[in-house]
C-alpha cells in the first residue's frame, strides 16, 4: 500500500505560480513512477505530468508544456508540481498517483494504483 497526501493548492490569480506536494508513505517510493492529474468542475479527470521512477525522465501534457515542472525527491518520499504562468482554465483539484506497472502508457490513469486526495487549485482572472 502507498499512501498519497497532497498539499500546496490554493488560491492564485492569474499569471501566478503554485508548487504542489504529495508525500508517500508505505511501500518503497522510488519503485512507482509518479503522475499528477486535474479534474476541473463538470469534466473529466485530465493527465498533467509524469516522471519516472529515478525523476530523469517526465512526460506533460501539450498545454502543460513550458508551463508546469514535475519532479521528485526520493529521499523525501515526494513528489512536485510547480506551476508557473496559471490560467483561469488551470482551475481543477489537482492528484498525485502513483503507478507500479511496466510498459503501459503513463497519461492513462487506468494505469495508476494509488491516489490522493486532491489538492484544489483555484485561479482567479
Known amino acids: 500500500q502507498v499512501q498519497l497526501v497532497e498539499s500546496g493548492g490554493g488560491l492564485v490569480q492569474a499569471g501566478g505560480s503554485l508548487r504542489l506536494s504529495c508525500a508517500a508513505s508505505g511501500r518503497t517510493f522510488s519503485s512507482y513512477r509518479m503522475g499528477w492529474f486535474r479534474q476541473g468542475p463538470g469534466k473529466e479527470r485530465e493527465f498533467v505530468a509524469a516522471?519516472?521512477?529515478?525523476?530523469?525522465?517526465?512526460t506533460y501534457e501539450n498545454s502543460m508544456k513550458g508551463r508546469f515542472t514535475i519532479s521528485r525527491d526520493n529521499a523525501k518520499n515526494t513528489v512536485y508540481l510547480q506551476m508557473n504562468s496559471l490560467k483561469p482554465d488551470d482551475t481543477a483539484v489537482y492528484y498525485c498517483a502513483a503507478s507500479g506497472r511496466l510498459q503501459v502508457p503513463i497519461t492513462s490513469t487506468e494505469n495508476y494504483d494509488y491516489w490522493g486526495q486532491g489538492t484544489q487549485v483555484t485561479v482567479s482572472s
Open positions: 516522471v519516472s521512477w529515478s525523476g530523469g525522465s517526465t
